[in-house]
Structure formats: structure tokens, C-alpha cells
């Protein structure tokens, strides 16, 4: 499979956080880690306002509130 290389530019989000700064990474053995950006994190579906963890849509728990709530009405 043939790709597309997209560099990014100043002005994207991941860019504009970590291009030139320290690393978002602890010290480790391990060369490859993930981090926990705060790019990736969206508000909880369920309308509370909070931010969810990198990758989720709600926080723990909310999902279920979210569901009894759509099925009473
Ligand atoms: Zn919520």
C-alpha cells in the first residue's frame, strides 16, 4: 500500500503543542510510549460538560446515565 505523507504545519493542534517543547513523555527504557494529550480529549456525551479521557466519549459511568436517560423519555 502506497501512502500519503502529511507533515505537519504550524497551526495544527498536535503541532502547535509539542513541536519545539520538552517531551509529553516521562523518562523511560522504552523509546515508543503513548501519552495522554489533551488534544484527544472531547466532552462527555452525556451532556455533563466534563472532559473524557484520550480515545472515550464518556467518562466511566456516564454512558449508563446517558442511556436511562434516553430510555425514560
Ligand atoms: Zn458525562
Known amino acids: 500500500m502506497v501512502g500519503i ?5 504550524k497551526g495544527h493542534p498536535v503541532f502547535d503543542q509539542y513541536v519545539g517543547g520538552a ?3 516521562g523518562k523511560s527504557q522504552n523509546p515508543v510510549q503513548y ?3 489533551p488534544i484527544d480529549r472531547t466532552l462527555c456525551a452525556c ?4 472532559q473524557t479521557p484520550a480515545g ?3 467518562i466511566a459511568g456516564h ?9 425514560a423519555k
Open 5 to 9: 505523507i502529511h507533515v505537519l504545519c
Open 23 to 25: 517531551t509529553p513523555a
Open 35 to 37: 501519552v495522554d494529550s
Open 47 to 50: 451532556g455533563c460538560g466534563n
Open 56 to 58: 472515550r466519549h464518556f
Open 63 to 71: 454512558d449508563q446515565k446517558a442511556i436511562h436517560e434516553r430510555i
